[in-house]
């Protein structure tokens, strides 16, 4: 996407990832407003914007002459009703309230998730791959994916894979604590650092002729006793336990993800694998005394 105009962004569901993108964008000389449904202050030059995206007429106050909106809302809860009124129904009604306004984005970029896809082998899967989920999640992202992608505005949609960093340590958490992994059959895990989604984010949003869906994951998805057994060496604990699927099944499916469109076009991962992520997440604790 050419910078030869003044970009006005909207980012709708602007929490910790969405704040540091807008950051970044905004050193970019793009002009962002973030909104979120509870007043909060956002760090300068970023302005703040208080709406609730279930809510039509509280949308009333997005500005005019938006020229690009990242929709990175987030459900509350893990329920079914919670997901459709985050993802469906909040899409529809900033879609809705974009086109009763005039308003003319040139592209409207839609975070959703690997949940989409249903493949529980091991099988590798890109954007073209057959998206059939069985989770209400999945489901609820792929009926937004399609809304978005069917409207009258120029859509695009970002699949990412699991995110982690340093607000996001749930698997350093879980190796630890002590707690076993998956084997039999091997669980796959994609992964993606919160800094390569800024990272992916900005750079779809000025790319100058993007595809319609990319898979965001970084370049080694691995089984998850790989990466545990990695990281339990890294912290000098034990190896994880192993336990089957028949003793706890996995809520997650079960597949690896290829990320080559987004690589083709010009993308470099600042951590191109699990290892450089967490490196640099333990380099940081340790700096800073965490554990």
Not at 91 to 118: C, E, K
Not at 218 to 238: G, I, N, S
């Amino acid at each position: 996407m050419s910078g030869d105009f003044h970009e006005r962004v909207l980012i709708a569901g602007c929490g910790k990832i969405g704040t540091r993108l807008g950051e970044e964008l905004a050193s970019l000389g793009e002009e962002v407003w973030g909104l979120r449904r509870q007043r909060v202050q956002l760090p300068s030059p970023l302005k703040g914007l208080t709406a609730d995206l279930g809510v039509p007429e509280s949308l009333q106050a997005i500005p005019a002459g938006i020229t690009r909106v990242y929709y990175l809302a987030t459900p509350n809860t893990y329920t079914d009703a919670a997901y459709r009124m985050a993802y469906v129904d909040g899409l529809h009604n900033l879609l809705r309230v974009l086109a009763d306004q005039g308003q003319t984005p040139r592209r409207v970029i839609f975070v959703s998730s690997t949940a989409v896809y249903a493949q529980q082998s091991g099988e590798w899967v890109d954007e073209t791959s057959l998206t059939v989920p069985t989770g209400f999640s999945g489901q609820r992202l792929l009926e937004a994916e399609r809304l978005l992608l069917q409207s009258r505005f120029p859509g695009l949609v970002v699949r990412f894979g699991g995110i982690y960093g340093r607000h996001r340590n749930a698997m350093l958490r879980k190796v630890q604590a002590g707690e076993p992994c998956h084997t039999e059959p091997l669980l796959y895990t994609n992964r993606i650092h919160e800094d390569d989604c800024v990272g992916v984010l900005c750079h779809l949003g000025r790319l100058a002729s993007p595809e319609h869906i990319y898979l965001a994951v970084d370049d080694a998805p691995c089984t998850q006793c790989e990466l545990m057994d990695w990281l339990a060496e890294q912290l000098d604990r034990p190896k994880p336990a192993r336990i089957t699927a028949a003793q706890s099944p996995p809520r997650t499916g079960n597949k690896r993800c290829c990320n080559t469109r987004l690589k083709t076009s010009g993308y470099a991962f600042r951590f191109p694998t699990y290892r450089e992520g967490y490196q640099a997440m333990l380099a940081s604790n340790r700096t800073d005394g965490s554990e």
